[in-house]
């Protein structure tokens, strides 16, 4: 112990400003100070400890001591659950649960190699390429669909991967739905509205489709914002549909909005209104950007395979890497001005093809985990999205407040509000068990079937 309390102070100052000098390097070297903001936290928690090394020098043996065991016991706290992360548990549990609860295997296999595995027996295989992808390229076209008449796989997170054939547009939808002669209800938004991680029928459009009994058309694709679920209505509205559902995730949708904001074909929708690129007419050109877009994330993959290596991965350990992510949460935006204005010009353009108008507001699984933790706490819980319930708000969750603006402005613009915070998962005893393992996702099977059914009995009331 004597060796310890000698070496403590000299080897914390050691530490501390190596990791000031590392800081430093990966800052103002690496990134040559385009993200200084981002690091800007960690120069503040380096000079902290840089201070309080120094400090040490001065303290008492006793104090020392408690300092010491102290730091050990952080120290090893963090890294036993940096490696709870890095083990994968919860994948294990996930592949624990799906067993007891269907006797088959989770199919653990990253994207691309199911990708490969399916194209060996059927060349008609694609994937789904998230809208995102197209924010960074300065391309003419901008699509806002996948890869048209085509298997094509989406993702995994209840034990297997959803698949599904895309349209004569590349959406999810039995193409025979364009045909229809009147579409009871036309759905846009991003991967909930798509379908995310479930087959059809179990999509809140193929629900829809059983409950009516008549067609539904499903423009929803992973990785839109509002701007661009306006730009597709332009696009794709049929002078047939009855009923417009915009449905909003409150995680993404504003965040996503200041991406599109910035790049200059998805703005011209809101300078023009007469503008459109005729995505219709081009939908050979969309299959190629897309098949493009596959090719390029297939080949940084394959640059990056030395991820993979033992080095890499005891370094990305010994970094927290995990945990640091899993720690990292942007703000919230809040509602711009341009929301409200693309909102208005979204209804206006429904009201004009003699469509009624929708807003359907989805939660995430954040504020539901957080609001049962402090439930069992002992606390008494009525909703779980309304602050005065709820004594740490941050905590509890940090999108009441994008709620509110948002519902407020949805009602500013008399449009009808479709809560399904309130109407599905404020009711649920356990509202988490609407997500795949209780862990976050997307909704589930039975998620998703009560969001069409909420919004069904809603619009038919």
């Not at 499903?218 to 009923?243: D, F, H, Q």
């Not at 990305?316 to 703000?331: D, E, G, T």
């Not at 905590?395 to 809560?419: C, H, P, R, W």
Request: charged residues 25%; glycine residues 4%; contains cysteine.
């Amino acid at each position: 112990m004597n060796i310890i309390k000698k070496l403590f102070s000299p080897v914390c100052l050691t530490i501390s400003i190596f990791l000031l000098v590392y800081i430093f390097y990966r800052s103002e070297i690496h990134w040559n100070g385009t993200i200084r903001d981002y690091y800007f936290i960690y120069y503040l928690i380096s000079s902290v400890l840089i201070l309080c090394s120094i400090i040490t020098f001065y303290i008492s043996e006793k104090i020392k001591i408690y300092l010491i065991i102290t730091l050990i016991s952080v120290v090893f706290s963090l890294y036993a659950f940096e490696g709870y992360l890095t083990t994968g548990m919860k994948l294990y549990k996930k592949t624990k649960l799906y067993k007891q609860q269907t006797g088959k295997n989770y199919d653990t296999r990253e994207k691309l190699e199911i990708y490969n595995d399916l194209k060996k027996k059927d060349e008609n295989v694609v994937v789904s390429v998230y809208m995102g992808a197209y924010l960074t390229q300065q391309n003419k076209l901008f699509p806002f669909s996948g890869i048209s008449n085509s298997k094509t796989i989406h993702c995994n997170e209840n034990g297997y991967y959803s698949i599904y054939q895309s349209d004569r547009y590349g959406f999810n939808n039995p193409d025979s739905e364009w045909d229809k002669k009147e579409i009871e209800y036309l759905l846009v938004g991003d991967s909930f509205t798509h379908g995310a991680c479930v087959n059809r029928p179990d999509d809140i459009a193929s629900v829809l489709r059983t409950l009516s009994k008549k067609s539904v058309l499903n423009l929803g694709y992973s990785g839109k914002g509002p701007l661009i679920e306006y730009a597709t209505l332009r696009e794709y509205l049929k002078p047939n549909v009855k009923k417009v559902l915009w449905i909003y995730f409150e995680v993404n949708d504003l965040s996503d909005l200041d991406n599109e904001l910035n790049l200059e074909i998805i703005k011209l929708y809101l300078k023009d209104l007469n503008f459109t690129q005729n995505l219709k007419s081009k939908q050979d050109q969309i299959d190629k950007l897309a098949i493009q877009q596959i090719e390029r994330v297939k080949g940084r993959i394959k640059g990056r395979e030395w991820r993979n290596s033992l080095s890499f991965k005891l370094l990305k350990f010994i970094k927290i890497k995990n945990l640091r992510n899993s720690l990292r949460r942007k703000p919230q935006p809040q509602p711009q001005s341009q929301f409200k204005e693309i909102l208005k010009l979204a209804k206006e353009l429904s009201i004009k093809n003699n469509s009624n108008f929708y807003f359907v507001y989805l939660p995430n699984y954040f504020g539901y985990r957080n609001c049962i933790s402090y439930a069992v706490a002992g606390h008494e819980i009525h909703d779980c999205n309304k602050v005065e319930n709820i004594i740490d708000v941050n905590k509890a969750t940090q999108y009441n407040n994008s709620y509110n603006e948002v519902k407020k402005i949805v009602e500013e613009l008399n449009i009808s509000f479709i809560d399904i915070p309130k109407e599905v998962f404020d009711k649920e005893t356990n509202p988490l068990k609407l997500f795949p393992f209780e862990l976050n996702g997307h909704y589930n099977v039975e998620g998703y079937r009560k969001v069409a059914e909420a919004i069904h009995k809603f619009i038919s009331k």
